[in-house]
Nanobody, 121 residues
Framework: QVQLVDSGGGSVQAGGSLRLSCAAS????????MGWFRQAPGKEREFVAS???????KDYADSVKGRFTISRDNTNSAYLQMNSLKPEDTAVYYC???????????????WGQGTQVTVSS
């Protein structure tokens, strides 16, 4: 069983930055791919970024390429650095874990509780 706790959300103005964190409670963290999804009001949950178990492979949604960076470390944590934020980035952000993962939310077995990101213009 994997428990995920995501944090770091907040309110910023357009052009600002935030860093989201995801802490995983699992002994074999290195075996899991990690991902970030987001869900805006009235919309479906959408893929933002993912990183492989090794950290060597990263994938990003077109809408965040060049602005967001996903990373992970040896402390059972994953991160999402978000720069040049736009009002359309406003959403609840969720971290996710799975042995494989992918761009579809149904591909991920474990989820954090979500953290709100609000970007004002």
């Amino acid at each position: 069983q994997v428990q995920l706790v995501d944090s770091g959300g907040g309110s910023v103005q357009a052009g600002g930055s935030l860093r989201l964190s995801c802490a995983a409670s699992v002994r074999t963290f290195r075996n899991y791919a990690m991902g970030w999804f987001r869900q805006a009001p009235g919309k479906e949950r959408e893929f933002v970024a993912s990183i492989s178990w090794s950290g060597n492979s990263k994938d990003y949604a077109d809408s965040v390429k060049g602005r967001f960076t996903i990373s992970r470390d040896n402390t059972n944590s994953a991160y999402l650095q978000m720069n040049s934020l736009k009002p359309e980035d406003t959403a609840v952000y969720y971290c996710a874990a799975d042995f494989k993962g992918g761009v579809y939310s149904r591909s991920w077995a474990y989820w954090g509780q979500g953290t709100q990101v609000t970007v004002s213009s």
